[in-house]
């Protein structure tokens, strides 16, 4: 069982930063494709980001391409969230999820990750 525990969220005011981040448990993540996710209550799960397991592919969605960056560090076990130029719509509660899968054909589908933090909030106000 792989244990994802994202930290970072907070408030922050229109055209500002924040930087999130994912820490996993298991040791072999490195191994693991990773993705952040976002989701307003009431709403569906929107992909945000993903990254490969060597961190040599990542992929974005058009809502945040050229502000988001995503992010590896294989040592420590962790991935993280850059978030600049942050807008209203950007509020949410954002969500780290690994998979196992080798692929790299829907690294934004949310039913391609088996694992998922319990999330944290962010808040961009005008």
């Known amino acids: 069982q792989v244990r994802l525990v994202e930290s970072g969220g907070g408030k922050v005011q229109a055209g500002g930063s924040l930087s999130l981040s994912c820490a996993a448990s298991e040791y072999k993540t490195s191994r693991f494709s990773v993705a952040w996710f976002r989701q307003v209550l009431g709403k569906g799960r929107e992909a945000v980001a993903a990254i490969s397991p060597g961190g040599s592919w990542t992929e974005y969605a058009a809502s945040v391409k050229g502000r988001f960056t995503i992010s590896r560090d294989n040592v420590n076990n962790t991935v993280t969230l850059e978030m600049g130029s942050l807008k209203p719509e950007d509020t949410a509660m954002y969500y780290c999820?690994?998979?196992?899968?080798?692929?790299?054909?829907?690294?934004?589908?949310?039913?391609?990750?088996?694992?998922w933090g319990q999330g944290t909030q962010v808040t961009v106000s005008v």
């Open positions: 999820a690994a998979t196992s899968y080798g692929g790299w054909d829907k690294p934004l589908n949310e039913a391609t990750y088996t694992w």
